[in-house]
T-cell receptor
């Protein structure tokens, strides 16, 4: 069975601080996908990143960066110089790796990030 | 950019009533999904659908639930006799082959009173 753990239920920071959201996962599969989604107060799920398990390169996109460490089964997300608009619930998710078919996503419990001005 | 469209955005129904949630997946996608998020909780998988049949379902997806692709564009989730605990945000998603381009709709908030 697959499992995703986001131990931080809520994080509160002041604008311009850096913040890291933790994600630890469990799977018996040797290949899999990891995702991060943002859920603003309006409720929709906004895709941030998808990473496959055989690509351990870290990724940076503007103020966002992701640190994937297979050895510790972690896929952490860092926001640099946080802004009030970053306030949202952030979900980490895991999926089986299937090149030619669909698959369910298993989500973590989410981390509520509040960025205060 | 192509979108998954869900209607209505908010639906209120009385306990025991049947409700149908509607979704229009992205046109060239082949796999369709429903997820549920009870307020303040995580997003949970309900069912996936491919080639006009259910390909996978979770333990949440019991006999009260059904899915259908009645025409070439719509994908629906029916709850036969709603309970108070069915109140949640329901997300539709679709994907082409594989998981690249897995796209969620903006959700339907179902309130059972």
């Amino acid at each position: 069975a697959q499992k995703v753990t986001q131990a931080q239920t809520e994080i509160s920071v002041v604008e311009k601080e850096d913040v890291t959201l933790d994600c630890v996962y469990e799977t018996r599969d040797t290949t899999y996908y990891l995702f991060w989604y943002k859920q603003p107060p309006s409720g929709e799920l906004v895709f941030l990143i998808r990473r496959n398990s055989f690509d351990e390169q870290n990724e940076i996109s503007g103020r966002y960066s992701w640190n994937f460490q297979k050895s510790t089964s972690s896929f952490n997300f860092t926001i640099t110089a946080s802004q009030v608009v970053d306030s949202a619930v952030y979900f980490c998710a895991l999926s089986k790796f299937k090149e030619t078919s669909g698959s369910r996503l298993t989500f973590g419990e989410g981390t509520q990030l509040t960025v205060n001005p | 950019e192509p979108e998954v469209t869900q209607t209505p955005s908010h639906q209120v129904t009385q306990m025991g009533q049947e409700v149908i949630l509607r979704c229009v997946p992205i046109s060239n996608h082949l796999y369709f999904y429903w997820y549920r998020q009870i307020l303040g909780q995580k997003v949970e998988f309900l069912v996936s659908f491919y080639n006009n049949e259910i390909s996978e379902k979770s333990e949440i997806f019991d006999d009260q639930f059904s899915v259908e692709r009645p025409d070439g564009s719509n994908f629906t989730l029916k709850i036969r006799s709603t309970k108070l605990e069915d109140s949640a945000m329901y997300f539709c998603a679709s994907s082409p082959t594989g998981l690249y381009g897995y796209t969620f709709g903006s959700g339907t908030r179902l309130t059972v009173v």
